[in-house]
Protein backbone atom coordinates (compact mmCIF):
# COMPACT_ATOMS: atom_id res chain seq x y z
CA UNK A 1 0.00 0.00 0.00
CA UNK A 2 0.93 3.97 -0.40
CA UNK A 3 3.55 4.79 2.26
CA UNK A 4 5.20 7.67 3.15
CA UNK A 5 8.35 7.71 5.39
CA UNK A 6 9.96 10.59 7.00
CA UNK A 7 13.44 10.62 8.73
CA UNK A 8 14.97 10.85 10.90
CA UNK A 9 11.98 9.76 13.33
CA UNK A 10 13.33 12.54 15.78
CA UNK A 11 16.11 15.19 15.60
CA UNK A 12 17.77 17.23 18.67
CA UNK A 13 19.47 20.41 17.51
CA UNK A 14 21.28 23.06 19.59
CA UNK A 15 19.99 26.32 18.78
CA UNK A 16 21.54 27.82 16.00
CA UNK A 17 21.96 24.49 14.05
CA UNK A 18 20.49 23.39 10.74
CA UNK A 19 18.16 20.83 10.57
CA UNK A 20 16.35 18.91 7.57
CA UNK A 21 14.08 16.18 7.24
CA UNK A 22 13.64 13.87 4.39
CA UNK A 23 10.00 12.47 2.98
CA UNK A 24 9.86 9.43 0.78
CA UNK A 25 6.68 8.10 -0.80
CA UNK A 26 6.11 5.44 -2.34
CA UNK A 27 4.20 6.21 -5.18
CA UNK A 28 4.81 9.41 -7.61
CA UNK A 29 3.00 12.98 -5.84
CA UNK A 30 0.85 15.08 -8.03
CA UNK A 31 1.86 17.76 -5.41
CA UNK A 32 3.29 17.68 -1.53
CA UNK A 33 2.46 19.26 1.73
CA UNK A 34 4.65 20.25 4.66
CA UNK A 35 2.66 20.77 8.18
CA UNK A 36 3.80 21.38 11.61
CA UNK A 37 2.67 20.82 14.70
CA UNK A 38 3.58 22.48 17.97
CA UNK A 39 3.22 20.30 21.27
CA UNK A 40 -0.12 20.07 22.12
CA UNK A 41 -1.42 21.72 19.30
CA UNK A 42 -3.11 20.81 15.79
CA UNK A 43 -0.86 20.64 12.75
CA UNK A 44 -0.44 23.68 10.43
CA UNK A 45 -0.16 23.94 6.87
CA UNK A 46 3.68 25.55 5.65
CA UNK A 47 3.38 25.30 2.03
CA UNK A 48 2.53 23.19 -0.66
CA UNK A 49 4.81 21.94 -3.92
CA UNK A 50 3.39 20.91 -7.51
CA UNK A 51 6.18 21.21 -9.99
CA UNK A 52 8.94 18.75 -10.52
CA UNK A 53 12.39 19.82 -8.80
CA UNK A 54 10.28 22.98 -6.94
CA UNK A 55 12.27 24.61 -4.31
CA UNK A 56 10.40 27.62 -2.75
CA UNK A 57 11.33 29.21 0.58
CA UNK A 58 9.84 30.56 3.56
CA UNK A 59 12.61 32.91 5.76
CA UNK A 60 14.55 30.28 7.32
CA UNK A 61 12.77 27.38 5.86
CA UNK A 62 13.67 26.09 2.65
CA UNK A 63 11.46 23.33 0.53
CA UNK A 64 12.36 20.82 -1.84
CA UNK A 65 10.22 18.39 -4.06
CA UNK A 66 12.21 15.94 -6.07
CA UNK A 67 12.68 15.41 -9.92
CA UNK A 68 10.93 12.29 -9.50
CA UNK A 69 8.08 13.72 -7.42
CA UNK A 70 8.68 11.14 -5.10
CA UNK A 71 10.57 12.58 -2.22
CA UNK A 72 10.57 15.68 -0.31
CA UNK A 73 12.48 17.74 2.18
CA UNK A 74 12.22 20.76 4.51
CA UNK A 75 15.68 22.57 5.65
CA UNK A 76 15.71 24.75 8.65
CA UNK A 77 18.88 27.35 8.75
CA UNK A 78 19.72 28.25 12.36
CA UNK A 79 17.08 26.80 13.86
CA UNK A 80 15.10 28.63 16.98
CA UNK A 81 13.51 27.30 19.95
CA UNK A 82 9.98 28.16 18.46
CA UNK A 83 10.82 26.21 15.29
CA UNK A 84 10.28 23.24 17.78
CA UNK A 85 7.43 20.65 16.56
CA UNK A 86 6.88 17.81 14.46
CA UNK A 87 6.88 18.61 11.06
CA UNK A 88 4.87 16.25 8.35
CA UNK A 89 4.69 16.10 4.63
CA UNK A 90 1.33 14.96 3.17
CA UNK A 91 0.75 13.61 -0.32
CA UNK A 92 -2.49 12.96 -2.21
CA UNK A 93 -3.95 9.70 -1.13
CA UNK A 94 -3.89 7.80 -4.35
CA UNK A 95 -7.47 7.38 -5.60
CA UNK A 96 -8.64 9.15 -3.31
CA UNK A 97 -9.60 12.93 -2.45
CA UNK A 98 -7.76 12.92 0.63
CA UNK A 99 -3.97 13.09 2.02
CA UNK A 100 -1.75 11.03 3.09
CA UNK A 101 0.47 11.90 5.99
CA UNK A 102 4.09 11.27 6.69
CA UNK A 103 5.37 9.37 9.96
CA UNK A 104 6.56 12.67 11.19
CA UNK A 105 10.02 14.12 12.16
CA UNK A 106 9.88 15.68 16.00
CA UNK A 107 12.01 18.11 16.42
CA UNK A 108 13.74 19.81 19.73
CA UNK A 109 15.78 22.82 19.69
CA UNK A 110 17.98 22.87 22.79
CA UNK A 111 18.44 26.36 23.96
CA UNK B 1 -6.63 32.75 6.66
CA UNK B 2 -9.37 29.99 6.71
CA UNK B 3 -10.51 28.77 10.57
CA UNK B 4 -11.90 25.52 11.52
CA UNK B 5 -13.00 25.45 14.97
CA UNK B 6 -13.51 22.04 16.99
CA UNK B 7 -15.71 21.53 20.12
CA UNK B 8 -14.98 20.53 22.43
CA UNK B 9 -11.50 20.76 23.18
CA UNK B 10 -11.72 18.46 26.05
CA UNK B 11 -13.58 15.61 26.94
CA UNK B 12 -13.59 13.46 29.97
CA UNK B 13 -16.09 10.88 29.80
CA UNK B 14 -17.33 7.65 31.18
CA UNK B 15 -17.03 3.83 29.60
CA UNK B 16 -19.96 3.42 27.80
CA UNK B 17 -21.34 6.74 27.26
CA UNK B 18 -21.46 8.38 23.45
CA UNK B 19 -19.49 11.86 23.23
CA UNK B 20 -20.41 13.77 20.51
CA UNK B 21 -17.51 16.49 18.70
CA UNK B 22 -18.29 18.96 16.49
CA UNK B 23 -16.33 20.88 13.90
CA UNK B 24 -17.41 24.10 12.23
CA UNK B 25 -15.21 25.96 9.03
CA UNK B 26 -16.27 29.80 10.29
CA UNK B 27 -15.22 32.28 7.20
CA UNK B 28 -15.39 29.16 4.30
CA UNK B 29 -17.83 26.53 2.89
CA UNK B 30 -16.18 23.11 3.48
CA UNK B 31 -17.27 20.31 0.34
CA UNK B 32 -15.54 18.35 2.39
CA UNK B 33 -14.39 17.40 6.24
CA UNK B 34 -12.11 14.70 7.31
CA UNK B 35 -11.83 13.33 10.85
CA UNK B 36 -8.87 12.12 11.90
CA UNK B 37 -6.77 10.21 15.29
CA UNK B 38 -3.80 11.42 16.59
CA UNK B 39 -1.93 8.97 19.36
CA UNK B 40 0.97 10.14 21.32
CA UNK B 41 3.49 11.03 19.27
CA UNK B 42 2.34 9.16 16.05
CA UNK B 43 1.05 10.82 13.08
CA UNK B 44 -2.34 11.39 12.08
CA UNK B 45 -4.68 8.48 11.07
CA UNK B 46 -6.98 9.49 8.29
CA UNK B 47 -10.65 7.71 9.83
CA UNK B 48 -13.12 9.22 7.44
CA UNK B 49 -13.69 11.29 4.48
CA UNK B 50 -17.17 13.65 5.15
CA UNK B 51 -19.17 15.52 2.40
CA UNK B 52 -21.96 17.27 2.44
CA UNK B 53 -25.18 16.04 2.35
CA UNK B 54 -23.92 12.47 1.74
CA UNK B 55 -22.94 9.42 4.20
CA UNK B 56 -18.70 9.11 5.11
CA UNK B 57 -16.53 7.17 3.57
CA UNK B 58 -14.93 4.87 6.07
CA UNK B 59 -11.53 4.09 6.35
CA UNK B 60 -10.32 -0.01 6.78
CA UNK B 61 -11.18 -0.99 10.19
CA UNK B 62 -13.03 2.42 11.37
CA UNK B 63 -15.98 0.64 12.79
CA UNK B 64 -19.05 2.94 11.19
CA UNK B 65 -21.31 2.31 14.43
CA UNK B 66 -19.25 3.02 16.57
CA UNK B 67 -17.80 6.38 14.67
CA UNK B 68 -20.42 8.22 13.66
CA UNK B 69 -20.27 11.07 11.29
CA UNK B 70 -22.52 13.76 9.97
CA UNK B 71 -22.14 16.74 7.60
CA UNK B 72 -25.04 18.32 7.59
CA UNK B 73 -23.87 21.52 6.21
CA UNK B 74 -21.13 23.20 4.64
CA UNK B 75 -19.99 24.63 7.63
CA UNK B 76 -20.42 21.73 9.86
CA UNK B 77 -19.51 18.16 10.47
CA UNK B 78 -20.12 15.88 13.28
CA UNK B 79 -18.33 13.17 14.91
CA UNK B 80 -19.82 11.02 17.55
CA UNK B 81 -18.00 8.30 19.48
CA UNK B 82 -20.52 5.98 20.52
CA UNK B 83 -20.79 3.63 23.25
CA UNK B 84 -16.84 5.00 24.58
CA UNK B 85 -14.08 2.71 25.82
CA UNK B 86 -10.58 3.64 27.43
CA UNK B 87 -8.87 2.99 24.28
CA UNK B 88 -11.12 5.12 22.55
CA UNK B 89 -8.68 7.84 24.23
CA UNK B 90 -7.15 9.83 21.83
CA UNK B 91 -6.98 13.09 20.06
CA UNK B 92 -9.70 13.44 17.54
CA UNK B 93 -8.88 15.94 14.95
CA UNK B 94 -10.72 17.61 11.94
CA UNK B 95 -9.63 19.29 8.81
CA UNK B 96 -11.98 21.28 6.22
CA UNK B 97 -10.92 21.57 2.34
CA UNK B 98 -12.64 24.40 0.45
CA UNK B 99 -14.23 23.86 -3.14
CA UNK B 100 -11.07 23.85 -5.18
CA UNK B 101 -8.17 23.90 -3.02
CA UNK B 102 -6.26 21.68 -1.79
CA UNK B 103 -4.99 22.55 1.29
CA UNK B 104 -7.10 21.32 4.52
CA UNK B 105 -6.86 23.48 7.44
CA UNK B 106 -7.29 22.39 10.61
CA UNK B 107 -9.40 22.03 13.59
CA UNK B 108 -7.71 22.77 17.18
CA UNK B 109 -8.23 19.30 18.28
CA UNK B 110 -10.18 17.17 20.73
CA UNK B 111 -8.59 15.08 23.66
CA UNK B 112 -11.14 12.60 24.33
CA UNK B 113 -10.14 10.41 27.83
CA UNK B 114 -12.95 7.16 28.44
CA UNK B 115 -12.50 6.39 32.38
Known amino acids: GQQVMQIPQYQHVQEGEDFTTYCNSSTTLSNIQWYKQRPGGHPVFLIQ?????EVKKQKRLTFQFGEAKKNSSLHITATQTTDVGTYFC???????????FGTGTRLTVIP | GAVVSQHPSRVICKSGTSVKIECRSLDFQATTMFWYRQFPKKSLMLMAT?????????EQGVEKDKFLINHASLTLSTLTVTSAHPEDSSFYIC???????????FGPGTRLTVL
Open chain 1, 90 to 100: AGPRVGANNLF
Open chain 2, 95 to 105: SAVGQGIDTQY
Open chain 2, 50 to 58: SNEGSKATY
Open chain 1, 49 to 53: LVKSG
